[in-house]
């Protein structure tokens, strides 16, 4: 901890993640944000040792323990409401803070006083930029996204994540991934807190989408940098890849059914997974170019749709 009265409080959200969670630990120190600071880690059961390494290893960061793996928006609102700050810093435990990116993103927000989010440049493991920012989703770019559709219209993917966005500027977004985010409290005390119906994926979107309909600001700060690794190793393929595939489609529909319309979301659903059958089948028969892992895919597809 730096100082009796943080201005920002620093959530961190860990399951079986315990090297990594150290690393974002050390680059915090390492970053010795000038503003008065603590850190909050909200442990979902981890089996990896967790709790035990970080009382012994880092026993000025306040814990929390949960008895059970409690999603990522109820352990994020746990680790809110211990905070007694201006500001929240929302951070993957798979997260490595850059040099001075914290006062970056501290300074933006102390001169933008509409602004109730901040997200900073995230980067891969080796440096190349991972691109974070999208516009929000509606039903009508959904029925492009993984359906036959997107291969006829390819430009709708593409606006939806912001293909043409410049990385190297500070520009007023829609939504920034939550991997990396510091949020205005002022601005979670008029909308709420993350909605807890939302497990994993999607629910970061819904908060922003929230703030944004209250008319508050949220920006992309170039100069501010963070090492994300989600993108690395086995997080892309094989069975934890998919997890996160049907854990995406069903924060999707969520958040569609929530905004929008129930029955065009049925009507999506239907659409979706008639569009994968169809990708299945052709895929089954076609010998020169039968892709296996993309028949998971589709079949993930179907499945998150029921």
Not at 48 to 65: A, G, H, W
Not at 159 to 172: A, G, Q, V
Not at 296 to 304: C, E, G, P, Q
Request: net charge positive; glycine share 4%; charged share 25%.
């Amino acid at each position: 901890m730096n100082g009796k009265t943080p201005d920002l409080t620093i959530c961190i959200v860990t399951f079986n993640t315990k090297e990594m969670l150290s690393d974002c630990i050390d680059s915090i120190y390492k970053a010795a944000p000038k503003a008065k600071y603590d850190i909050v880690v909200v442990d979902n059961n981890s089996q990896d040792n967790t709790v035990s390494f970080l009382k012994q290893n880092y026993p000025n960061v306040r814990l929390i323990e949960n008895d059970k793996n409690t999603g990522f928006a109820y352990a994020n609102n746990q680790a809110i409401k211990a905070a007694e700050s201006k500001y929240c810093l929302l951070l993957n435990s798979d997260t490595v803070v850059g040099p001075n990116s914290i006062d970056e993103l501290l300074c933006f927000m102390e001169s933008h006083p509409d602004t109730a989010v901040a997200a900073p440049k995230l980067l891969n493991r080796d440096g190349s930029l991972q691109p974070n920012c999208k516009i929000f989703l509606d039903l009508k770019t959904a029925f492009f996204l993984d359906t036959i559709l997107g291969l006829v219209f390819p430009g709708i993917e593409r606006k939806y994540r912001m293909s043409e966005f410049n990385y190297d500027r500070t520009l007023e977004i829609d939504q920034p991934m939550g991997a990396a985010v510091i949020v205005r409290m002022d601005a979670i005390r008029q909308v709420g807190l993350l909605d807890e119906r939302f497990f994993f994926f999607f629910e970061e979107v819904d908060w922003f989408y929230r703030m944004k309909q209250e008319g508050w600001k949220i920006y992309f700060v170039h100069n501010a940098e963070v090492f994300h690794y989600k993108k690395d190793d086995s997080m892309v393929t094989g069975r934890l890849g998919q997890l996160r595939i049907f854990n995406w489609h069903k924060g999707k529909y969520k958040f569609l059914s929530k905004n929008y319309s129930c029955v065009l979301v049925i009507l999506l659903k239907i659409f979706v997974i008639k569009s994968s059958i169809i990708f299945i089948i052709k895929n089954t028969f076609n010998f020169k170019t039968r892709d296996p892992y993309s028949v998971k895919l589709y079949w993930t597809l179907i499945k998150a749709s029921l």
